[in-house]
């Protein structure tokens, strides 16, 4: 059983920060194609992948309405992606969720096997 469990959402004025963790248990990163994984949705809107990283080798992706002020990292001795928002604004306001899969496309969501249940993000201008 692959379990995903986010923390570290809240609430932040626009110019805040915030840094997201995604701790997976029941998986063990084995190949290079292995990838992790944060996407967010907004009421009324679709789901937008964010970032993804592969642990395995450490392939980064970003969305481009984040590149430069997020960052995807990894732990792999804790099996744990983080993501550090940075000069976060209004409409970063989401549910963001972590997913994994042992291969994918890497913004993707259709693609990915494993989901968290989310942790909220408000930015407030």
């Not at 809240?10 to 110019?15: L, P």
């Not at 964010?50 to 992706?61: H, K, Q």
Request: glycine share 12%; net charge positive.
């Amino acid at each position: 059983q692959v379990q995903l469990v986010e923390s570290g959402g809240g609430s932040v004025q626009a110019g805040g920060s915030l840094r997201l963790s995604c701790a997976s248990s029941g998986y063990t990163f084995s190949s290079r194609s292995d990838i992790m994984a944060w996407f967010r949705q907004a009421p009324g809107k679709e789901r937008e992948g964010v970032a993804a990283l592969r642990p395995i080798g450490g392939n980064t992706y970003y969305a481009d309405s984040v590149k430069g002020r997020f960052t995807i990292s990894r732990d792999n001795t804790k099996n744990t992606v983080y993501l550090q928002m940075n000069n976060l604004k209004p409409e970063d306001t989401a549910l963001y969720y972590c997913a994994a899969t042992r291969t994918a496309r890497p913004l993707e969501g259709s693609t990915y096997n494993y989901w968290g249940q989310g942790t909220q993000v408000t930015v407030s201008s």
